[in-house]
């Protein structure tokens, strides 16, 4: 199995920036997708973005698009949530969440191994 452990939540400004990482140990030779997800106050978890185990396939969600990037270093077993352009409305506690396999996929349901979280916080 994989553990994740994520890291490089904070607070900011609206209009800042944040570096999530999300690092992966265990059987993390294995190829996996990974998704980034968020949970605000009083809310469902929601998909944020994904990327597949070579990093040649990506998916964003429409409220992230053209703000948030999801490189990965699979030498480092490592997967980076790169956010900008920051809004109040993206505060929320952020998750890694990691599949076995190739594809990338947006549902909740089908990622097996799951990370504390780490909180974001942006003010306006």
């Known amino acids: 199995q994989v553990q994740l452990v994520e890291s490089g939540g904070g607070s900011v400004q609206a209009g800042g920036s944040l570096r999530l990482s999300c690092a992966a140990s265990?059987?993390?030779?294995?190829?996996?997708?990974v998704g980034w997800f968020r949970q605000a106050p009083g809310k469902e978890r929601e998909f944020v973005a994904a990327?597949?185990?070579?990093?040649?396939?990506?998916y964003y969600a429409d409220s992230v698009k053209g703000r948030f990037t999801i490189p990965r270093d699979n030498a480092k077993n490592t997967v980076y949530q790169q956010m900008n352009s920051l809004k109040p409305e993206d505060t929320a506690v952020y998750y890694c969440?990691?599949?076995?396999?190739?594809?990338?996929?947006?549902?909740?349901?089908?990622?097996?191994?799951w990370g504390q979280g780490t909180q974001v916080t942006v003010s306006s």
């Open positions: 265990g059987r993390a030779s294995s190829p996996y997708a």
């Open positions: 969440a990691a599949r076995y396999g190739y594809t990338i996929v947006v549902a909740t349901s089908e990622y097996t191994y």
């Open positions: 990327i597949s185990w070579r990093g040649g396939s990506t």
